[in-house]
């Protein structure tokens, strides 16, 4: 099974960027179609991103687009969440997630992931 590793969260201010980034290990990445979902204190997970096996589509929640990109580098199996102009709802637990795809569609609901990473913490403060 593929396995997955998150770096990059961290302590911005309102307004300011982070880039995440999921790094894939025992199995290419190019296999894959993945996603970003994250989750605050006392709710459930929510999708914010997704990118389709081949790269050729991306779709992203409402509160974010516009301002978040995703992003992915097969040849270093890795896969980027770029967020600019961030506000303090979204702070939360990031985790990149990967599904074995039958299309080259976006997965765009938590459950449909198989395979997940640890998390990272993104916190906004205003």
């Known amino acids: 099974q593929v396995q997955l590793a998150e770096f990059g969260g961290g302590s911005v201010q309102t307004g300011g960027s982070l880039t995440l980034s999921c790094a894939a290990s025992r199995r290419p990445l190019r296999n894959y179609a993945m996603g970003w979902v994250r989750q605050a204190p006392g709710k459930e997970r929510g999708f914010v991103a997704g990118i389709s096996v081949n790269g050729g589509s991306t779709d992203y929640a409402d509160s974010v687009k516009g301002r978040f990109t995703i992003s992915r580098d097969d040849d270093n199996n890795t896969v980027f969440l770029q967020m600019n102009s961030l506000k303090p709802d979204a702070t939360a637990v990031y985790s990149c997630?990967?599904?074995?795809?039958?299309?080259?569609?976006?997965?765009?609901?938590?459950?449909?992931?198989?395979?997940w990473g640890q998390g990272t913490q993104v916190t906004v403060s205003s």
């Open positions: 997630a990967a599904e074995l795809p039958y299309s080259y569609r976006v997965y765009q609901h938590p459950t449909e992931y198989a395979h």
